[in-house]
Nanobody, 122 residues
Framework: QVQLVESGGGLVQPGGSLRLSCAASGSTLNYYAIGWFRQAPGKEREGVSCISHSSGSTYYTDSVKGRFTISRDNAKNTAYLQMNSLEPEDTAVYYC???????????????WGQGTQVTVSS
């Protein structure tokens, strides 16, 4: 079973940028689609983005299209979420997930990281 560890969260002003990283161990990321969820206080967990095993397909929820970019480096067993033009509404705990199937990446992933806090505030 793959284990995932996120990093890169923090406090940023509105309009700023952050890059989240997701490092995998226990298994190669080549076998998984990789995605990101987020959960804001008082809200349900939301699937934000996903990238397929070979990076051929990506998914973004509407609210982050054009601002967030997901990528992966299978050689480094790491995935990334570049977040630009951040808004206060992006404040949440962000979780990295791994899914055997791209189609289930943002609904029923197989593994979760522990989460990293992103706070967008002036």
């Amino acid at each position: 079973q793959v284990q995932l560890v996120e990093s890169g969260g923090g406090l940023v002003q509105p309009g700023g940028s952050l890059r989240l990283s997701c490092a995998a161990s226990g298994s190669t990321l080549n076998y998984y689609a990789i995605g990101w969820f987020r959960q804001a206080p008082g809200k349900e967990r939301e699937g934000v983005s996903c990238i397929s095993h070979s990076s051929g397909s990506t998914y973004y929820t509407d609210s982050v299209k054009g601002r967030f970019t997901i990528s992966r480096d299978n050689a480094k067993n790491t995935a990334y979420l570049q977040m630009n033009s951040l808004e206060p509404e992006d404040t949440a705990v962000y979780y990295c997930v791994a899914s055997r199937m791209f189609s289930l990446c943002t609904s029923r992933p197989n593994a979760w990281g522990q989460g990293t806090q992103v706070t967008v505030s002036s």
